[in-house]
């Protein structure tokens, strides 16, 4: 049946039953696989043993790169990365590993304690957004637009978070009201459009349902693309970005992008792009 690939993920979302129903066409199979039931550490484990690659596609912010660490020591084509999934997870690492290849990205106050809550106020100045190191789809992000609500605002951080939940980043609120999302293939801009926020909503977050549309591939984005990429290494990516006044941040990195809401905006072939960076990586 040729070449056989795993998505590795909690549930079959919209995404993955398209990349499951296009594998055919190109001659390959590709099946959904439980990451609650992997039971990964023998280098042999059986539930992965058949296939040829996996796609880390879980939701959990800890789960995916677990898995990829375990998946990529047995010996199997890992999609994205173990290394790559790891620094996406982690808001933290991932700004230190773009800065460190220039890209540029949102500037941020790492806060681990009230007092760093407060520092960070300090020097950034309400309004500020805080959001967890670990997470995505927009969630526990947090608009604080003035001071004399930020401490009532991170009691809940403080009271409800457990261990890795409370570290959280101070960014600066920038208030254009748009995001942009990039969808990578391996090496290539597949995608780019705007998202803005709907109804009452501040977040532009795709999964959020927000109003897009299609944008140009203009030479400071795909610029931006190409040193993202060259940075986290070949895959397949979500990058998010603000435009500023001095030209695009980079915001998040996601390593397990969805892409109903960039097709509709975009009209582009996601699958056929996945599948034929697959079938490349496999040849």
Known sequence: MGNRIAIVADR???????????APDHGLHIEWVNDESLCLGDPHAASLADHDAVMIRSRSYTR??????????SGLRTLNSAEAIQACENKLTLRTVLQRADVPVTDFRLVLSRRDFEKALRELEPPVVLKPVFGGMGKRVTLVRHGDTAQSVYDYVEDLGHGFEQACLVEPFLDGGTSVRCFVVGGELVAAAEFAGAGGDWRSNAALGNRNRALDHDPELTKIVDNVVA???EG???????RTPDGYVVNEVNHAP??????????????????????????
């Open 258 to 283: 969805a892409f109903r809401t960039i097709t509709d905006a975009t009209g582009a072939d996601i699958p056929t792009a996945v599948i034929r960076y697959l079938q490349e990586i496999l040849a």
């Open 64 to 73: 995916g790169g677990l898995l990829a660490i375990q998946a990529q020591a």
């Open 231 to 233: 940075a986290l290494g």
């Open 236 to 242: 397949i990516y979500g990058i998010d970005l603000f």
């Open 12 to 22: 079959v979302g919209w995404e993955e039953r398209r990349l499951i129903a296009a």
